[in-house]
Structures are given as structure tokens and as C-alpha cells.
């Protein structure tokens, strides 16, 4: 049997952990206890270590060519100032996200930093190596949707970055049909939007009996922006009520979505975890492989089961090292298994003994274990609504 992970065994002993008043593991302890707990696969530790280019701070928007990031405006390079620690809140923070202004992700960076800056990405990845590179201090990306289910891009870059979960945001969708002012619904030849905007509002644009073709693109806001700036009369975008407002469009329809009860929820990343608490509900998101198969899956969730731990999302992913292992683990055979990497989220706090005893036992039949972050979980009441509320899609 293996030894317990140096995360079980910095915090209280069973018999004493039952409130918060005995945690007190510092910051730099729960750093250093929160990395890979275990890992027999090299190749994949070699592949979760990106070298990063150096990069220039106070800008507006950061861009992605041949998978580097860059900023659209050198203003200047990096001082002792900016490597100084950031507020959790307020008008200094610097937050990442995945669009242009008037994105669904915007308003979700908004409403889980108020008064933040927010920095534009043009892609998932620029916005994970904005926080690595101090060109921003969060991230705030979409990881599942309530209809259109997960964001299987941002589940692998989870595993090529080293960024922490430090909580989550949900944010119901509200879809706009937008196009230029004075053009005519009977005049669209085409929708464009992100592809989950058009297939969330599939059923709605049947009903409206437009004849347009369906275009995906990157985002819901530069859906609005590209019909701005190349003056398309005979397109419309779904997207924001604030994408209309800000690319000077009008509202030709207004809450299209074909389900209200339409959420996405996002994660907020950092460079450093928070440490975790018991005085509210927190949420624990790992990842986990075993390098003889998938069968491990069933002890992991007994583990938890066993504790009374709930379960709130599982998601399997190919494992990218390996994603197919011949029988025998030879180069010629009959049969062929393909290879999976597992995340699970959890109702639990690293800070309660449960789940420190849980993830001992899950350490001791896989190959590969991670704590992807330990965070509060998002509380806010939610209804369905059809108001023009900020949203959240891509």
C-alpha cells in the first residue's frame, strides 16, 4: 500500500477536524500540498510544463499566433510593481476571458470580479497563458453549459496549465437576434453566432420562419462586431442585448433561447490556489487516470460514495499520451482499449477530513492524481427569467 499524500497529511487528524477554529494551514502549505498529488506517467508531467515568452502588462487585449501569446500594445515590460500580489477585488484586478467586449464571458468575468479589468482573449489558451504570463491576475472561462453540456477544450487545457480553480460563477443565457438598424427579419439570408448560440436558439429560429443558412463562428459578440464592420444587411447575430448596444445594432428579437432554464457555469483561475474553508459550501474538482484501464473509475466513485460525498459533474477526456493501449501493452494484438482521463467535481472542502481521506484512498489504485482547485461554490439564487439580463454562453 502506498503512503498517504503529503495533502492528506497536512491537515488535522480525524479526531479533531470537525470545525474550522483548529484549520490553520498556511498559504504556502496548501500551495505546495495542492500540486499533483501522484504521477507515474512522465510524458505527462513533460507536457503540462509550457515554456511561456515574456509578455508586456496594461493592455487592452491579448492575441494568440502559433500558439504564443501576445498583446496587441507594448506599453511596457514587466517590473518588480507588477509581480507584486493583487486584490481579490476591485478596479486593479486584471481578468481574462475568452471573446471580444459584449461576449457572454464579459458578463461573467463581471459578475464574479465587479469593477475588474477585463482583458479580451482571442482564444481559450491565450486566456490560461495571460494569468501564467502576470498579463492578468484571473481567468474566467466556461467549462459546461446546462443544454449543450461541456467545454471539452477547456478540459484539456487544464491539464497543459498549471492554474488553479478558485471558485465558479453560474450565469443563465439570454439570446438576442441583432442586425443593422432598419433591416428586416424577412431580408436575413444568413444567423451567425458561437455554435452553441445557434444550437440554443434552433427551435426559436424555425418558428420565426426565417429561410437563413446557420454560420458558427468564434463567439457570440464577434458575431455582432463582424456584422458592424463589414455592414452586412442580410445577416443577423445571436448574441447580448450589451453586444447590441456596443457594435450599434438593434434587438430584432429578444430572448430567443429555446429553453429558459439555460445556464453556463464558469471557472475562475489563478496562478495560486485559496485555501480551503469549512464555514461554506466549497466544491473540489480532480482529475484522475490509472495506466492499466479504466476500471478504476468504479473505486474512485466508491471512495467518495462511501464518505457521503456528492457528486456534481464527471467528464471523461482521451488521455492524449496514450489514448489507445494494445492488450498484453504489445505492438501487434487482437484488441485495442482506449485510454481516458477522468474529472470529477465534488461537494466537499479540502479543509474536512472526508475528502483528504477520500483522495488517500483514490491515490492508492491511480496512476495519476491532481487537484484541479478546492473553492466555494456559487450559491446565487437562480430562476428562469426572460428579462435582458448580461449572459453567459461562450
Request: net charge negative.
Amino acid at each position: 500500500m502506498k503512503a498517504a499524500p503529503q495533502l492528506a497529511r497536512s491537515y488535522p487528524s480525524e479526531q479533531n477536524s470537525q470545525g474550522t477554529d483548529t484549520y490553520e494551514t498556511s498559504r504556502s502549505e496548501w500551495q505546495s500540498s495542492s500540486a499533483i498529488l501522484t504521477s507515474k506517467v512522465v510524458s505527462q508531467q513533460q507536457s503540462e510544463t509550457l515554456p511561456m515568452p515574456p509578455v508586456s502588462v496594461g493592455v487592452d487585449h491579448v492575441n494568440c499566433h502559433n500558439s504564443t501569446a501576445r498583446v496587441s500594445h507594448h506599453q511596457k515590460p514587466l517590473t518588480v510593481n507588477d509581480l507584486s500580489p493583487t486584490p481579490m477585488h476591485g478596479s486593479n484586478l486584471r481578468v481574462a476571458y475568452q471573446g471580444v467586449p459584449g461576449a457572454y464571458s464579459e458578463a461573467a468575468a463581471g459578475k464574479a470580479y465587479p469593477n475588474c479589468k477585463a482583458i479580451p482573449c482571442d482564444q481559450f489558451e491565450v486566456a490560461f497563458q495571460a494569468v501564467e504570463c502576470w498579463t492578468a491576475d484571473r481567468a474566467v472561462l466556461p467549462v459546461e453549459n446546462s443544454l449543450g453540456g461541456s467545454i471539452h477544450r477547456n478540459y484539456d487545457l487544464f491539464l497543459r496549465h498549471r492554474l488553479h480553480i478558485v471558485g465558479e460563477v453560474h450565469l443563465p443565457i439570454h439570446h438576442c437576434l441583432l442586425a443593422l438598424p432598419g433591416v428586416r427579419k424577412e431580408l436575413l439570408t444568413r444567423v451567425i453566432s458561437h455554435p452553441q448560440g445557434l444550437a440554443q436558439c434552433e427551435r426559436t429560429l424555425t418558428k420565426l420562419g426565417l429561410n437563413v443558412s446557420r454560420e458558427a463562428v468564434d463567439d457570440t459578440a464577434g458575431a455582432a462586431e463582424f456584422i458592424a464592420a463589414n455592414n452586412l444587411h442580410d445577416t443577423a447575430a445571436i448574441a447580448s442585448a450589451r453586444a447590441a448596444e456596443i457594435y450599434g445594432l438593434e434587438i430584432l428579437e429578444d430572448g430567443i433561447q429555446d429553453d429558459a432554464s439555460n445556464v453556463t457555469r464558469f471557472v475562475m483561475l489563478a496562478r495560486d490556489p485559496i485555501v480551503p474553508r469549512t464555514d461554506r459550501p466549497f466544491k473540489t474538482s480532480i482529475v484522475f487516470a490509472h495506466e492499466k484501464g479504466t476500471s478504476v473509475l468504479f473505486k474512485v466513485l466508491s471512495a467518495l460514495a462511501f464518505r457521503d460525498i456528492s457528486l456534481t459533474k464527471i467528464e471523461s477526456r482521451p488521455n492524449h499520451n496514450r489514448p489507445i493501449r494494445l492488450v498484453d501493452d504489445v505492438n501487434v494484438g487482437t484488441a485495442k482499449h482506449f485510454e481516458y482521463m477522468f474529472y470529477v467535481d465534488f461537494e466537499a472542502s479540502m479543509a474536512e477530513t472526508r475528502a483528504q481521506n477520500a483522495l488517500s484512498e483514490v491515490q492508492e489504485f491511480t496512476s495519476f492524481l491532481r487537484v484541479l482547485g478546492s473553492y466555494p461554490m456559487d450559491m446565487t439564487p437562480w430562476s428562469p427569467s426572460s428579462s435582458t439580463s448580461h449572459t453567459a454562453s461562450s
